[in-house]
């Protein structure tokens, strides 16, 4: 962390990465022989260890979640809105730890990486995963780190389910549970979304049955389509509208003209499919997909929710974000229920926001404001 | 501190688990958790209020009581707090029954509307009462069920619900003798411990 890119910013940040070469048994019943965890830090930890907080990303985040990895990088972190110096996760009081989940391909083991047993890429052999191998791993990652209790783990979408699962999982490892734009296990349309965003990446003729790094070939045209089909489960039709409107960029609708015409949200989506298929592997995207599909928070509680939540020690913060039609509020308010039957410590907002899913990474006035009075409390030990 | 604060809170057991409906800025309920040691929960539909009590290091929970408060477990709370909202429920009498469903005990404080100020501006005026203690006009109001201490007490009776105290407030501060007296004339404020 040299210089500082601009106030209030994390500054130049430099990714680490961490082996283990212990076996780690996956819920799926494999074991993986060997991993690598590619993580920042941002702030410093005190010499209790008791400032650590955790970020877990979502379906297509990474490890890079605050700051700039070099003077000329145009966007900053993920979730750059939220942590830095005087922001409601404030780098001055806590140390924050995000890494790329196992699975992923921005440099942890996943389906890029070389399977040691073939000398080949992974490609679909790789293991499936399942969250809570997700929260093992972390845990891991933890103890490397020196870390014994987080202060606070903290995740959206995908990342809330992590943090959850944490919460059931090591009890005794976290203070604070931060759960935003999520939900306790996928609805029917949620999996059904996920499902034509895998057929369309299996249908690309290069994708070769997931074989396609060995071929030299990306499936460009299937993670495209997959991620505009996810893109629009983002938006509200509010904010497209708003966004968007029936704004063309190119042609008329005028009588006699038979050429057909491009609207602006076609020119949009087209970009945010071709830009996500040269930053995303396609394996990856099939595998994260399928962890949130088979998530449910309580499957091996009775399908009791409070009674999981009932395992749990910590105190919790659950976000909703009004036009999240992904996970709606009333996803969140289930957990909320359940936290209250179960007679744990918890507090909710439904943030009124027009932006849908993709508000939870925005900079929001309420949503900063509850986030950041929410955060006066963590660490502060009772 | 509002002096029907100051009764609820010596109504409060020390360590009990309390529900603060309509919980405002949190101060009273932080107050409750520093002095009587209490588990407490704030209910909040004020986005300012929640960010205020949240920040107070209180658990909000956003949530109108208007569209029901069944998440809330059979006797969940030792005590149910509702101060000044009794008057802006939509059924006030179904928060009621809610709140002795949740907890074993409520304590609900509302304004007088039996006052004897509210009576000589409503007979002399002809029009409803405003004052510094009801400031709102008519139609502007989100006090939309207005009571009297006879009301309520009748309500209570009707209901089978046990009045286990009750303290007025009155204009004067310390000793509230006209409002102990006549409550239904001279109590500002009204304040009630009840049960089933």
């Known amino acids: 962390m040299s210089q500082t890119k601009a106030k209030s910013s994390v500054g130049i940040v430099e990714p680490q990465s961490a082996y283990f070469d212990e076996p780690l048994l996956l819920a799926c019943g494999r074991e993986l022989a060997g991993y690598e965890l590619v993580y920042e830090c941002y702030g410093q930890l005190n010499a209790e260890a008791s400032n650590a907080v955790l970020i877990c990303h979502a379906l297509s985040g990474n490890h890079h979640a605050a700051g700039y990895h070099s003077e000329d990088d145009r966007k900053p972190g993920w979730w750059d809105a939220y942590i830095g110096p005087g922001k409601p996760i404030d780098t001055e009081r806590f140390f924050v730890v995000c890494l790329n989940n196992l699975g992923g391909c921005h440099g942890s083991t996943g389906p890029t990486s070389i399977n040691p047993d073939t000398g080949k890429p992974w490609g679909p052999d790789f293991p499936p995963l399942r969250v809570r191998d997700w929260v093992h791993s972390q845990k891991r990652l933890a103890e490397r780190l020196g870390i014994t209790c987080w202060a606070a783990v903290i995740g959206g979408s995908l990342g809330g389910m992590q943090a959850m699962r944490w919460a059931l999982e090591y009890p005794d490892m976290l203070q604070h549970c931060v759960v935003i734009a999520s939900a306790m296990k996928l609805s029917a349309q949620n999996i059904a979304f996920n499902e034509i965003a895998r057929h369309a990446i299996q249908s690309d003729p290069d994708f070769a049955d997931g074989h396609y790094l060995e071929q030299d070939s990306v499936p460009a045209q299937g993670l495209g389509l997959a991620r505009m089909v996810g893109h629009i489960t983002y938006l509200s039709d509010d904010a497209m509208a708003q966004k968007f409107g029936r704004d063309l960029r190119r042609g008329t609708l005028d009588q006699g003209d038979e050429n057909s015409v491009e609207f602006q949200v076609q020119s949009y989506l087209r970009y945010q499919g071709s830009q996500f298929s040269n930053r995303f592997d396609a394996n990856t995207y099939i595998l994260m997909t399928r962890a949130l599909d088979y998530f449910d928070l309580a499957r091996e509680y009775g399908d009791d929710p409070v009674e999981a939540f009932r395992r749990a020690k910590c105190s919790f913060l659950v976000i909703s974000f009004s036009t999240d039609w992904r996970f709606s509020p009333q996803r969140s308010r289930e957990i909320v229920d359940a936290l209250i039957a179960a007679d744990r410590p918890v507090s909710y907002c439904e943030i009124e926001a027009h932006e849908g899913h993709d508000a939870f990474l925005l900079p929001l006035p309420r949503y900063m404001e509850v986030f950041d009075a929410y955060m006066q409390r963590v660490g502060v030990s009772d | ?196």
């Open chain 2, 1 to 196: 501190m509002r002096l029907d604060l100051t009764h609820i809170q010596r109504w409060i057991a020390p360590g009990s688990k309390v529900l603060d409906l309509g919980c405002g800025n949190g101060v009273f309920l932080r107050q409750l958790q520093d002095t009587r040691n209490v588990r407490g929960m704030g209910l909040e539909i004020d986005p300012a209020n929640i960010s205020a009590a949240i920040g107070r290091g209180l658990n909000i929970v956003e949530q109108n009581m208007d569209l029901g408060l069944d998440n809330f477990p059979d006797q969940s709370f030792d005590t149910v707090v509702m101060a000044h909202a009794l008057q802006v429920v939509h059924y006030p009498d179904r928060v009621l029954d809610e709140m002795l469903r949740i907890g074993r005990e409520g304590v609900v404080t509302f304004p007088n509307f039996g006052h004897w100020r509210c009576r000589i501006y409503l007979a002399f005026r002809g029009r409803m009462p405003v004052s510094k203690f009801m400031p709102h006009s008519w139609y502007d109001t989100p006090n939309i069920h207005f009571c009297t201490v006879t009301d309520f007490e009748a309500l209570c009776r009707d209901k089978g619900i046990r009045i286990l105290d009750r303290e007025m407030v009155g204009n004067t501060q310390r000793r509230p003798l006209l409002a102990r007296l006549w409550p239904n004339l001279f109590a500002l404020t009204a304040v009630y411990r009840i049960t089933r």
